[in-house]
């Protein structure tokens, strides 16, 4: 890689996609699933064992340290979970490769010579102290390189500890089986990143294995793995722990609406039994009221009846007297009438007969004349 491509890179690194304005990098983003979650989390196998032994090769997934950027930027403000993904993704292949070593270790028990058990266990205690002697070369040079001199001469001493253990063990393995058979190379699969290891290895071979870059990228994504896994169950645990305060939370608020609401209906209750019973004293009320309207009435009326009643008897008595005197007067003034009638009858008969007397007497003189 150029200068040029490592410095973009450091830039995309740090600023995320969106450093430089470019909009086509912006199309896929992180939470994209054709992004690679491992690569997010900086564990992918594929970057790690990228140009050993085992080199898998390019990822299927995109690889973009700018979404890397993007992805830190974001879980700081929430949780994505996809430290699940990529916990999935490296026990695959964890699982793959303890498959193969469980192969490997099966092909050299059918092709090494068998050993009792007792020769056996001080075999593997001489590889454990190999393991030891190399994992702390590979530590010493490490600090070496670093500058932690003193440390690194520390572990040095250690390691000549170890050297002398191994002589002793080495001694007793090779006291307990013939020289014919010692003479042949023991090989043994390393549990970590399968490879082979042998008995008689020197010192330089065992630190360039354990100090390697295909077995420090193995112990890094079984480190990588065992932390996804705790981060995975505390995030569960959490999550769980949340649900179950919300449950609590939402089931005493229940509760407490149950409670409210059996309280409502009992504050409903009483308003309406209270309305009720005001309903009822006022009916009563209005009832009393009426009742002694009526009665009122009932005596008002019987008062104006009485009354009247007497007004009627009384006024009965003066229409009879009036109707009395009234008739009376008409008798007296038809007997005046008749009286009246009898004299105009009368003097009319006495005129009428004075006319025809006169007459008489008129025409008695007029024929006595004549």
Known sequence: MSAQAQMRALLDQLMGTARDGDETRQRVKFTDDRVCKSHLLDCCPHDILAGTRMD??????????????????????????????????????????????????????ETQEEISAEVSAKAEKVHELNEDIGKLLAKAEQLGAEGNVDESQKILMEVEKVRAKKKEAEEEYRNSMPASSFQQQKLRVCEVCSAYLGLHDNDRRLADHFGGKLHLGFIQIREKLDQLRKTVAEKQEKRNQDRLRRREEREREERMGRRSGSRNRDRRRSRSRERRRRRSRSASRERR????????????????????SRGHRRGSRDRSSKHKSSRDRSSREKSRDRERKEKSSSERRHESTNG???????????????
């Open 289 to 308: 009221k009426s009742r002694s309207r009526s009665r009122e009435r009932h005596r008002r009326h019987r008062s104006r009846s009485r009354s009247h």
């Open 356 to 370: 025809k007397s006169r007459s008489k007497r008129s025409e008695e003189r007029e024929a006595g004349e004549i």
């Open 56 to 109: 898998l090769g390019e990822c299927t997934k995109i690889h973009d340290l700018a979404l890397r950027a993007d992805y830190e930027i974001a879980s700081k403000e929430r949780d994505l979970f996809f430290e699940l993904d990529a916990m999935d993704h490296l026990e695959s292949f964890i699982a793959e490769c303890d498959r193969r070593t469980e192969l490997a270790k099966k092909r050299l028990a």
